[in-house]
């Protein structure tokens, strides 16, 4: 490809640890003109991500400024997921590049508001060299994430005492370094790695999960954790869980850890970064629980697992979609204009959607049988780590 010098190309990120793989992404966006970086700070990276980087600001502002590749680099104004905003409306690039797990649809808005061309390329890794990621170098934290599918918030008593019923999670391996406040357990998971550092013990997987819940939630929490949280993290595959009527803890549990089932879900399953939920959001207000919302929502739930079972993919995606419907009924705060702009944007492709926890934000989980252009792939724990 033929560089072009007089364009100004512009990319932005954390580039902690910086290894082959920002390399090979750094070199291929300077082949679009003069390369511009904008760098994350100390302290957007600890609100987003929930943890310190390896090297200081500072270190790696030196260590990008030394690439021949990279024409300048600076420590961008802002913070959040837009952090370089202000720098961007100062430099007037003629190219905005970011890598799959980079891409956002504000990214790409900003781009078309601003007459940006926007660009996402691919993890290539250069010749025979691995791909790399920073959360690939972290392994030393292999603690999951946890994504819900169906029935969410029958794990609050406020909800199950209308109606008792079952929720769904997927155990996710830590692929991706999801943002804080994203609907992905961060914050227990965080917990589970005060708890045991490094890996899961080898333990009973129910009982680490009663353990993690009752961490998470100190005697007197006002606002108690759903333990569908702990339970994605520490059980692995899809699980199922019961609540009976008002209760925090579930009665009985279900696992599917067929590879087949589990292969054919990862297949279909797309995630499409939003934004992180803003700190003074409050799904709670104006909700509209009654019987016949909570029992839609454990209906759908139990549709959904049997799509699974079967994987039939007509059944499990209307219950996918019924239990979101059945979510935002009972909680209207969890969508949005902007979410919903987002969601129409993928309607040609997606045959089903949800948020992430309990909205306003996260990520959009799609689930379809067309790829999802710059969307993330998981992959769902399928054994403990100790097998």
């Known amino acids: 490809m033929p560089s072009n010098k007089n364009k100004k190309v512009f990319v932005s990120g954390c580039f902690d640890i910086l290894h082959s793989g920002h390399i090979a992404f750094l070199k291929e966006a300077a082949q679009f003109g ?3 970086v904008g760098l994350g700070s100390d302290k957007t990276i600890n609100d987003l991500k929930g943890r310190k980087t390896i090297n200081s600001e500072d270190e ?3 260590i990008l400024d030394a690439l021949s590749c990279v024409h300048e680099v600076n420590i961008n104004k802002g913070s959040g997921i837009l952090d370089f905003l202000e720098d961007m409306k100062d430099l007037r690039p003629d190219v905005f590049i970011v890598n799959e797990d980079g891409h956002t649809p504000d990214k790409e808005q900003l781009c078309k508001d601003l007459g940006i061309e926007y660009k996402v390329l691919k993890r290539i890794p250069y010749a025979n060299l691995p791909v790399r990621s920073t959360t690939s170098l972290r392994k030393e934290t292999p603690i999951p994430y946890r994504i819900d599918l169906a029935g969410t918030w029958i794990d609050q008593p406020y909800v199950s005492k209308f109606c008792a019923g079952w929720a769904i999670t997927a155990s996710i391996e830590p692929t991706v370094e999801f943002n804080e406040r994203s609907g992905m357990a961060t914050s227990t998971r965080k917990k589970a790695i005060e708890l045991w550092n490094d890996n899961l013990p080898m333990e009973n997987r129910e009982k680490l999960a009663k353990i993690l819940f009752r961490y998470d939630n100190d005697p007197g929490t006002k606002d108690v954790s759903g333990s569908q949280d702990s339970i994605g993290i520490t059980m692995p595959g899809i699980n199922r869980f019961f609540y009976d009527e008002g209760k925090y803890w579930p009665s009985k549990f279900e696992t599917i850890s067929d590879v087949s089932i589990i292969k054919w879900l990862e297949e279909r399953l797309y995630m499409v970064t939003l934004w992180p939920r803003p700190a003074d959001f409050v799904v709670l207000e104006n909700t509209n629980i009654s019987a016949d919302n909570v029992k839609r929502l454990t209906d759908a739930a ?29 909680f209207p705060r969890m969508m949005t ?3 919903a702009k987002v969601i129409d944007s993928h309607r040609d492709k997606a045959l089903a959607w949800k948020l992430s926890g309990a909205g306003g934000g996260g990520y959009l989980i799609l689930i379809s049988e067309k790829e999802i252009p710059n969307a993330i792939k998981v992959k769902i724990r399928i054994k403990d780590y100790w097998i």
Request: aromatic share 14%.
């Open 337 to 339: 204009e902007k979410i």
């Open 302 to 330: 139990e549709m959904a697992w049997d799509g699974l079972i079967r994987k039939d993919l007509s059944l499990f995606t209307k219950g996918f979609s019924s239990s979101f419907n059945s979510q935002v009924t009972m």
């Open 34 to 36: 003069q390369l511009h």
């Open 60 to 62: 790696r502002l030196y």
